[in-house]
């Protein structure tokens, strides 16, 4: 199930192939706008392929910095000092969408920037996201764009309650956004979210909620990830599950959507495309995430490439790899809320030789807190969610029974 590939160009088997202009090739440096889990996988990937690794992170010990070639601490706001560090290197992607526009510009006036910084403007703020997808005639959850309470009184009369008030700019994992289950609930959810712009949006009754993790090279060449269902915990994602339990006409309109959405916004890189399945089997586009996505993280074990080595590929202009599904997969977060009764067990989680522990070097555990997770492969979906479950309940100093 691949319908938003396009045909791999010529020589992708690396037998005498003749890359094309403009390709960066491996010995060249790459860079990261910031230093967290996915910048460290991504650094994992781009090694493994030759290439070496610059990371611009504002803290002094972050997960991609433990591992990247060189290190520039500095604040996004420090034009300068990004000048500099898109000097040294020949392409830059970011791990994080939150990162200033300004900040994107800088490092663009000395070294590509991909995806480019207006995928980045429209992504880090709903009401832009949601906005041109709409416009672009794709299915969302009927929203409106809320500035004033007044603002909001219009959108609980037009879109009724229960919904859901969120942020305009810099939510991710639950956080800036309140339900609204009735119309006088709403002036305290507005002060709650301290009055700022903001989207409503109608809660809809969904079965699922699935995402698309698809790829885009500087050529057009498009590949996308089998669909991969998501299920959460306190708004965190707590189990990444592969193949979706989905229809098959389903599962590839969510892949179609995904490449439109990647053609839309001309994105060069990789992002995710996020899914509600609705009760009545159709689809509607949650959000857009611009870089690699915890979903994923299953495709490090479970596919032939995974999505940081597609994300190098992407950005230095080589042809796409394959994202074949080896095995059904699933995985689970490690939070730092399983660091509370003491070390974790790993050798009882890794009992199961079909189990895989991917760390992220972080240097304190915190409840809610994503430090890590497992990944297991099985002949069944059924059988990676279990083994999974199983492996992560082994972790704690007293085993427990996997919810």
């Known amino acids: 199930m691949s319908g938003c590939d396009s045909p791999i160009l010529p020589g992708a088997n690396g037998q005498g192939a003749k890359l094309p202009g403009g390709t960066i090739p491996p010995g060249a440096t790459l860079g990261v706008l910031g230093g967290g889990q996915l910048g460290r996988m991504f650094t994992q990937a781009a090694h493994r392929m030759g290439y070496r690794v610059h990371v611009f992170v504002p803290e002094a010990d972050s997960p991609a910095g433990q591992i990247a070639d060189h290190i520039v601490n500095a604040s996004y706001s420090d034009l300068e000092a990004l000048a500099e560090f898109a000097r040294g290197v020949s392409v830059v992607t970011f791990e994080f969408e939150n990162v200033p526009a300004a900040a994107s510009e800088a490092a663009a006036k000395h070294a590509p920037v991909r995806p480019g910084g207006s995928v980045l403007h429209t992504t880090q703020n709903r009401l832009r996201e949601k906005t041109a997808l709409r416009d672009a005639g794709l299915a969302v959850t009927p929203f409106a764009p809320v500035r004033s309470e007044a603002d909001l009184d219009r959108a609980t009369a037009d879109l009724g309650t229960p919904a859901i008030l969120k942020t305009a700019a810099w ?10 289950d009735r119309p006088q609930d ?11 712009e903001a989207i409503y949006e109608k809660l809809i009754r969904f079965d ?30 707590d189990l990444s599950i592969c193949p979706a339990s989905l229809p098959d006409s389903l599962a590839q309109q969510a892949i179609d959507i995904a490449g439109q959405v990647m053609s839309l916004f001309d994105v060069v890189g990789v992002a995710c495309v996020e899914f509600f399945v609705t009760e009545a089997g159709g689809l509607l586009i949650n ?28 950005i230095c202009g080589l042809p796409l790899g394959s994202t074949k599904l080896l095995r059904p997969a699933a ?30 070097g972080k240097d304190a555990a915190r409840p809610g807190r994503k430090m890590g997770h497992l990944t297991a492969t099985a002949p069944s979906t059924e059988a990676a969610i279990r083994a999974v479950r199983d492996a992560r309940a082994a972790l704690l100093p007293t085993r427990q029974a996997a919810p």
């Not at 070390?343 to 079909?354: C, E, K, Q, S």
Request: aromatic share 6%; net charge negative.
């Open 171 to 180: 939510g991710y994992d639950g956080k800036g956004q309140v339900r609204i």
């Open 186 to 196: 709403a002036p305290d959810a507005w002060r709650s979210i301290a009055s700022q």
């Open 208 to 237: 699922r909620e699935v995402s698309v993790v698809a790829a885009r090279s500087t050529h057009g060449q498009a590949a996308c990830y089998q669909p991969i269902e998501n299920q959460h915990a306190n708004h965190i994602l």
């Open 287 to 314: 959000e857009i995430a611009p870089r690699p996505h915890n979903s994923g993280h299953l495709t490090l074990d479970a596919c032939v490439t995974s999505q940081f080595e597609q994300q190098v590929r992407a």
């Open 331 to 360: 995985a689970a977060n490690l939070l730092g809320d399983l660091w509370e009764s003491g070390n974790p067990r790993w050798d009882h989680a890794l009992a199961d030789p079909d189990v895989k522990l991917h760390l992220y």
